[in-house]
């Protein structure tokens, strides 16, 4: 299973994917929609990936990930199944460590009006499904893939609970069958003066063992991808409202980034109660740079820097960073 982190221009989104080959992954169109940069963390390793194919009709997508990944290769189900057959979420609800939901397929061939267009031959489940667990994968008692989980219930701007929808894997493995054997990757969103060359991606690793470092990982991922990708807008949403108005503005704060970008990030420690709305998280982080931007003249900087981070209810937000362990040095 993998988490997946997109930056978008304007924001960053999170998501669920299931391998179905060593480097092909599964998951909603919607997920993946206007993306720029996209990592998916297998365990506590981040990979780079990009979208060989979507169906936003259908809300389905598959992406390759730029090396193999070791993990559970899922199959998807040659039929539907019955109704009233037991079956399982996978997912990553709310930026949550990995979950499991247990329900019924409630109906078969359902649709679902999602606003812009309506999403038709679904799976109806019972299963609890939230935000996050797009993409992941429906499964039956033996294991198999019955759908991709892609929406949830809501009318009048209340949500239904108990009520989720997912498309059948057959409809899945039509398109996949498609796409899997292309070679030319879906183009990437531009979002305009993006720092880092190629694709922008850094892997990050999480070493800290706290409750909450990986889930403080998705937020640095995003912002990082942010600013490689020159998506200033959605990096510098996951800073604090209290952070934001030191700096004025978007712009404002990404002028004092130059021609700065990350390439490699590790979460080595993480302080605090796992729950507290506060907590300082301990990370090596090295840059590339022109020596103009960075410090005494450094193009390549090793930092080791203090995030202070802050839970808003939904996101851990960046509050301040400090160098309690010295100025960076260089590569």
């Known amino acids: 299973m993998g988490q997946f982190y997109v930056t978008r221009c304007n924001a960053g989104a999170t998501g669920t994917g299931f391998l179905i080959g ?15 940069a996209i990592s998916i963390a297998f365990g506590r390793t981040s990979v780079n990936a990009t979208v060989l194919g979507k169906n936003d009709v259908a809300d389905i997508a598959l ?13 998807l189900r040659s039929s539907e199944p019955p109704v009233g057959s037991d079956v399982a979420a996978l997912g990553f609800p709310l930026g949550h460590p990995f979950t499991l939901t247990r329900g019924t397929v409630s109906a078969l061939d359902a649709e679902q009006d999602i606003g812009d267009r309506i999403l038709q031959n679904l799976i109806q489940t019972d299963a609890a499904v939230n935000h996050g667990n797009s993409g992941g994968p429906l499964i039956t008692q033996d294991g198999q893939v019955a759908g991709v989980v892609v929406t949830i219930e809501i009318r009048d701007n209340v949500r239904a609970e108990g009520i989720a929808y997912a498309v059948t894997a057959p409809r899945v493995a039509t ?23 190629g694709s922008g991606f850094f892997p990050l690793t999480v070493s800290a063992n706290h409750d909450q470092a990986r889930n403080i990982g998705q937020s640095l991922i995003l912002h990082g991808q942010g600013i490689n990708q020159g998506a200033y807008t959605s990096a510098f949403k996951l800073l604090t409202p209290e952070l934001q108005a030191t700096f004025g503005d978007a712009t404002k704060w990404s002028a004092d980034l ?9 979460i080595f420690n993480v302080t605090g109660t796992p729950s507290a709305d506060d907590l300082d998280a301990d990370v090596n982080l090295q840059t590339i740079q022109d020596a103009a931007h960075g410090p005494n003249a450094q193009t390549c900087s090793n930092w080791k820097i203090r995030y202070s981070m802050h839970w808003d209810g939904t996101v851990w937000l960046i509050a301040g960073t400090s160098l309690p362990f010295g100025e960076p040095t260089a590569c």
Do not use: I, M
Request: with cysteine; hydrophobic share 35%; net charge neutral.
């Open 22 to 36: 060593p480097d092909l992954v599964v998951t909603a169109a919607h997920v993946v929609r206007e993306a720029s």
């Open 63 to 75: 992406v390759r990930t730029d090396s193999p990944v070791q993990g559970h290769q899922f199959q």
């Open 258 to 266: 130059g021609s700065s970008y990350w390439t490699k990030a590790e």
């Open 175 to 197: 398109a996949v069958n498609e796409w899997k054997s292309r070679s030319t990757p879906v183009a990437f969103k531009d979002c305009g003066n993006a720092p880092a060359p």
